[in-house]
């Protein structure tokens, strides 16, 4: 168990801005930060970050919390998982009882994968450094790779004993389950054999983007024609490989910063690049690019530059994939190494200084750069430059932006010596039978419309639940507020007609939401709300520095998750950028007490309307004294009519 008072320090230091902005590439939207989903596939932002209130909301999935929700629905770490990752991250010290073999047993599969692979990991480590065959053979490889100490154990690099179990027979030895060692791929298991996959190999583990391991790959360093060079863990519950890029976890930081990524293709490229001080680097591990992993790009930069081999044939085989990168409306950028380098080599021989010269010398834009690759095969051929022609234009045709697509229409047109009229065709061409698709399944719908009346649906709006929702959401905002109210004290007058007569004083907003409620009797119907108004309305009378930060992180998660939406859902017009186009809402802090009076006004006059509905169905039955009913309903229309004109003056208008 984690002690409560370094919990409580976790809580207090951690900054969700900082904490997701590992994760996500933020920008300031005024007092808030702004960016693209990590749970959907978007273009345009719908996730948003309070630093004021130290909570998020991701309007496109609707989930929302605190730093703690947030690693827990991004990277599915149990709670006390959230908060060691965040304690290693702020450097605070923390005490956990060490699992036994018993409590190993009980965790779910997908933890008790993570534990075998971190288990992993450690061992490889161990074994490099403290065994013979470990120094001889595996740290003698990556200090001929050039590789330090310090790099060697910043990417966690490892060997795997030339024994057929070495590693099963020590992972079981210490109470892992050879299910789970199966279920990594880290054992193969056939009948009543076992050995381990990794045998004889030095192993790269691989990590997703919070630091937690995978799975791993493995270079065979001996000469057998039968076993692959490479070998990678097999997909897993926690492993992915078309979801994960090697190296995203050293990178991300770098990434954001610089607002760029390097991609190459091999965990060398990676680490030398690293090593040389270029840190915003990642490798596709040899697989081929997917949507996945672009977009997990995407949330750190828009901008990608693709490392190519000096090897021509391999500069063609990779660049068919990168259309893809184009159709996710990134920016590409293309640089290629002398013939015989690759960017393992090209780092290892120069400075930082130098490799980023060069870089910035030779990298160019991917439609630039597969043009002038092209040609060059299609000179003095008439047919192969037309196939050249309708290739780039493929490329450029994946691109969302218009103006992009334009832009490079005109340089392609400069480049290959071909009108833009022509190239404007040939796009039109590709996009036909969209465009036909689209024109047809349009007609279709034009068509139903005019013939078939739709039924048109209304969803009803719950006024209570809405009103209920507003009163949560002031005492959240507002409760520790002094305010001046103007209270209505119901008299007869001379004639026995009922009066208000207004009467101002200062208080609490949350003590006159409070009393204002426990006068009239009025009780939540929603359980959420009527929990969530008990427990702020106990924590404001016994606490006066109250925080919604502080409120939050004593929450299950899904209250948790209601109080987030609630606080986050006016900050939703501040993703569209409203005030740059002049158009600035009003803010409810300052009209706090007609923002009270009129919601509990507003609740009032609701719950008369249904008190009235009530005896007007009693009045249908039998055997009931109706001239008492309308007695009672008399007053309460009246009471209803002085409750209306009163809201209409306090505030005019709708909450």
């Known amino acids: 168990m984690i002690a409560k008072s370094t919990i409580d320090q976790v809580f207090e230091t951690a900054r969700v801005e900082e904490v997701i902005g590992d994760f996500v590439q ?19 932002p719908s996730f948003m970050v309070s630093p004021v209130k130290q909570i998020w909301k991701d309007f496109s999935s609707g989930k929302g919390g605190n730093a703690i929700t947030f690693l827990m629905e991004h990277e599915h770490f149990t709670y006390p998982e959230a908060i060691i990752y965040l304690a290693k991250k702020y450097n605070i010290e923390i005490e ?6 018993e409590q190993k047993k009980e965790a779910n599969e997908r933890e008790s994968l993570y534990l075998v692979n971190e288990f992993a990991k450690d061992y490889f480590e161990k074994t490099m450094f403290k065994t013979d065959q470990g120094q001889a053979i595996g740290l003698s490889y990556f200090k001929e790779r050039g590789f330090t100490n310090e790099t060697i154990k910043t990417f966690n690099l490892g060997y795997s004993l030339d024994d057929w179990q070495a590693f099963t027979d020590e992972a079981l030895k210490k109470g892992y389950q050879l299910e789970f060692l199966e279920k990594t791929g880290l054992t193969i298991v056939k009948e009543d054999k076992k050995f381990d996959r990794f ?22 360093l ?3 024609k039968k076993a692959a060079k490479y070998l990678n863990s097999p997909e897993s519950e926690v492993y992915h490989k078309s979801k994960i890029l090697y190296g995203i976890y050293h990178a991300k930081q770098s990434i954001a910063k610089d607002d760029n990524c390097y991609l190459v293709e091999g965990y060398t490229d990676v680490i030398q690049f690293y090593q040389t001080g270029i840190k915003n680097v990642v490798a596709s591990s040899g697989t081929a690019l997917t949507p996945e992993q672009i977009r997990l790009i995407n949330r750190l930069t828009n901008n990608i530059t693709v490392l190519f081999d000096g090897d021509a044939a391999g500069i063609r085989a990779s660049i068919r994939g990168i259309d893809l990168i184009l159709e ?16 393992d ?73 071909i009108s833009e009229d022509v190239l404007f065709s040939t796009l039109a061409q590709i996009n036909k039978k969209e465009a036909q698709d689209a024109n047809k ?78 006068e009239d009797e009025m009780q939540f119907t929603n359980p959420s709300f009527k929990s969530l108004y008990y427990s702020i309305i106990d924590t404001l009378h016994q606490n006066n520095g109250f925080s919604t930060k502080g409120f939050i992180n004593g929450l299950d998660q899904d209250l948790a998750s209601e109080v987030t939406t609630i606080l986050m859902n006016d900050e939703r017009y501040r993703l569209h950028d409203w005030e740059r186009n002049h158009i600035i809402p009003k803010e409810k802090k ?15 006059c609701y719950l008369i309307d249904k008190k009235v509905a009530e005896y007007q169905n009693e009045t249908l039955k039998e055997d009931v004294n109706s001239k008492s009913i309308l007695e009672d309903v008399k007053d309460y229309v009246g009471l209803k009519m002085l409750l209306s004109r009163k809201l209409g003056k306090v505030v005019g208008g709708k909450i």
């Open 26 to 44: 933020l920008k300031k939207a005024g007092s808030n930060f702004k960016g693209l989903s990590p749970f959907s596939d978007e273009r345009s």
């Open 328 to 343: 996710q409306g990134m920016n590409v950028r293309v640089c290629s190494f002398p013939e015989g380098e690759d960017p």
């Open 96 to 101: 956990e009882t060490e699992r036994t073999d």
């Open 222 to 224: 001996k000469v057998d």
């Open 590 to 604: 300052h009209t706090i007490s007609q923002l009270v009076t009129q919601t509990i006004l507003t609740l009032r």
């Open 441 to 518: 399944k349009y007609k279709s719908q034009q068509k139903a419309f005019n013939i078939v009346k739709p039924e048109v649906k209304t969803r009803k709006v719950d006024l209570q639940y809405e009103l209920e929702r507003k009163i949560i959401e002031i005492l959240l905002l507002y409760g520790t507020e002094t305010e001046d109210f103007e209270d209505l004290v119901l008299k007869e007058s001379d004639d026995g007609e009922l009066q208000l007569e207004p009467v101002t004083h200062n208080a609490k907003v949350f003590e006159k939401v409070y009393l204002d409620l426990q």
């Open 345 to 417: 080599s090209f780092a290892k021989k120069n400075t930082r200084e130098e490799l980023i010269e060069y870089l910035e010398d030779h990298a160019m834009d991917f439609i630039q750069f597969k043009a002038s690759l092209l040609v060059e095969d299609a000179k003095n051929d008439p047919i192969k430059k037309a196939e050249t022609i309708r290739d780039i234009v493929n490329s450029i045709a994946k691109i969302p932006d218009q103006i992009k697509k334009e832009v490079y229409i005109q340089e392609c047109s400069r480049i290959m010596d």
């Open 199 to 220: 045998k004889g190999r030095v192993m790269f583990p691989i990590h997703s983007m919070s630091g937690r391991v995978l799975g791993f790959g493995g270079r065979i």
